[in-house]
């Protein structure tokens, strides 16, 4: 026995030198990570970038980083959270290059010293959507910073500050009836806001709903201040830091054809409509068709008995 320990232990022991050992996927990166001009495959702890479909999947990150960007995403990219995920950087968490889609189950934290996440694209139809997922955001300044490009709630829970600015501060900002947002810090954009039956809670020592050029709000209810009375007069509102939006949302399916703001039972209707139209178009030339073959037949028919009546009594005649 003692003798098979002594040999077992030295292949352990090797085994243990020469095989490489998996990588925690709690490991702490320290410096910052760029995709925006990789074009191979790149694979670290907690995150994978897959070039081939331009998908980059979180997965138990937790990058802590002096560098000025924990991670830069390119245009077109679509994120993937799994697990719990962390980024904190000393200027912004996430650098986002263009087209950017956030989705999955996971969570993700982001720490920014300006911005939690910062949109540099300038192509004013650039978006960033999250479309589900777990987010708390920190920025020291904006928790979300867009100048140009679009941003685009849709889904999910996120949670999201702007210590010394806004919670978001974009150029269009839109929010979807799906999405839960609690956010300390005003909402702001410079060209035009669409909010429509989101949830949402803001905490601000501004007005919490700021648009340049248009504000719309659509399937909601406002409510101000810490009572969260009804929101009914501007001079209600002006002494008070909270607005509180609740969601009015017709969870009822809506038309595919003509937008939200039509039933779907229109679409059933102007489908047998259509049916109704097609067989018309096939059925009626078919039937006129039969008819006129009907009647020429007949007439020929009747052409024949007169004309066998007319032989007949001309021989009838003759025969006189």
């Given at each position: 026995?003692?003798?098979?320990?002594?040999?077992?232990?030295?292949?352990?022991?090797?085994?243990?030198?020469?095989?490489?050992?998996?990588?925690?996927?709690?490991?702490?990166?320290?410096?910052?990570?760029?995709l925006?001009?990789?074009?191979?495959?790149?694979?670290?702890?907690?995150?994978?970038?897959?070039?081939?479909?331009?998908?980059?999947?979180?997965?138990?990150?937790?990058?802590?980083?002096?560098?000025?960007?924990?991670?830069?995403?390119?245009?077109?990219?679509?994120?993937?959270?799994?697990?719990?995920?962390?980024?904190?950087?000393?200027?912004?968490a996430?650098?986002?290059?263009?087209?950017?889609?956030?989705?999955?189950?996971?969570?993700?934290?982001?720490?920014?010293?300006?911005?939690?996440?910062?949109?540099?694209?300038?192509?004013?139809?650039?978006?960033?959507?999250?479309?589900?997922?777990?987010?708390?955001i920190?920025?020291?300044?904006?928790?979300?910073?867009?100048?140009d490009?679009?941003?685009a709630?849709?889904?999910?829970?996120?949670?999201?500050?702007g210590t010394?600015?806004?919670a978001?501060?974009?150029?269009?900002?839109?929010?979807g009836?799906?999405?839960?947002?609690?956010?300390?810090?005003?909402?702001r954009?410079?060209?035009?806001?669409?909010?429509?039956?989101?949830?949402?809670?803001?905490?601000?020592?501004?007005?919490?709903?700021?648009?340049?050029?248009?504000?719309?709000?659509?399937?909601?209810?406002?409510?101000?201040?810490?009572?969260?009375?009804?929101l009914?007069?501007?001079?209600a509102y002006?002494?008070?830091?909270?607005?509180?939006?609740?969601?009015?949302?017709?969870?009822?399916?809506?038309?595919?054809?003509f937008?939200?703001?039509?039933?779907?039972?229109?679409?059933?209707?102007?489908?047998?409509?259509?049916?109704?139209?097609?067989?018309?178009?096939?059925?009626?030339?078919?039937?006129?068709?039969?008819?006129?073959?009907?009647a020429?037949?007949?007439?020929?028919?009747?052409?024949?008995?007169?004309?066998k009546r007319?032989?007949?009594?001309?021989?009838?005649?003759?025969?006189?």
């Amino acid at each position: 026995m003692k003798r098979s320990i002594r040999f077992v232990l030295p292949l352990l022991l090797i085994a243990l030198t020469v095989l490489p050992l998996p990588v925690s996927a709690k490991t702490v990166l320290t410096d910052g990570v760029s995709l925006l001009n990789v074009n191979q495959h790149v694979q670290g702890p907690g995150f994978d970038w897959n070039n081939m479909t331009d998908t980059l999947t979180l997965d138990g990150l937790n990058l802590m980083t002096a560098d000025d960007y924990g991670f830069k995403i390119p245009d077109g990219a679509t994120v993937v959270l799994k697990g719990k995920n962390h980024i904190k950087a000393s200027v912004a968490a996430l650098y986002i290059g263009g087209n950017v889609i956030f989705r999955g189950s996971g969570s993700l934290t982001l720490e920014g010293g300006e911005y939690g996440i910062l949109c540099q694209a300038t192509d004013h139809n650039r978006q960033l959507t999250i479309t589900d997922g777990t987010y708390t955001i920190l920025g020291g300044i904006d928790g979300v910073r867009s100048d140009d490009q679009k941003v685009a709630l849709s889904g999910g829970k996120i949670t999201v500050t702007g210590t010394d600015g806004y919670a978001v501060n974009a150029r269009e900002l839109r929010t979807g009836n799906n999405v839960t947002v609690k956010a300390v810090g005003s909402f702001r954009s410079s060209y035009s806001m669409l909010l429509q039956g989101s949830n949402l809670t803001i905490e601000s020592k501004e007005p919490a709903l700021i648009s340049d050029k248009l504000l719309k709000l659509d399937s909601m209810t406002l409510k101000a201040g810490s009572s969260l009375d009804s929101l009914t007069s501007v001079d209600a509102y002006q002494n008070e830091t909270a607005l509180l939006t609740r969601s009015t949302f017709d969870g009822s399916r809506r038309s595919m054809l003509f937008g939200d703001a039509v039933p779907f039972f229109v679409d059933v209707i102007v489908l047998i409509a259509v049916l109704l139209l097609l067989a018309a178009v096939i059925v009626l030339p078919i039937l006129y068709k039969r008819k006129k073959t009907l009647a020429a037949v007949a007439a020929r028919d009747a052409a024949e008995a007169e004309a066998k009546r007319l032989k007949k009594l001309n021989k009838k005649n003759t025969g006189k």
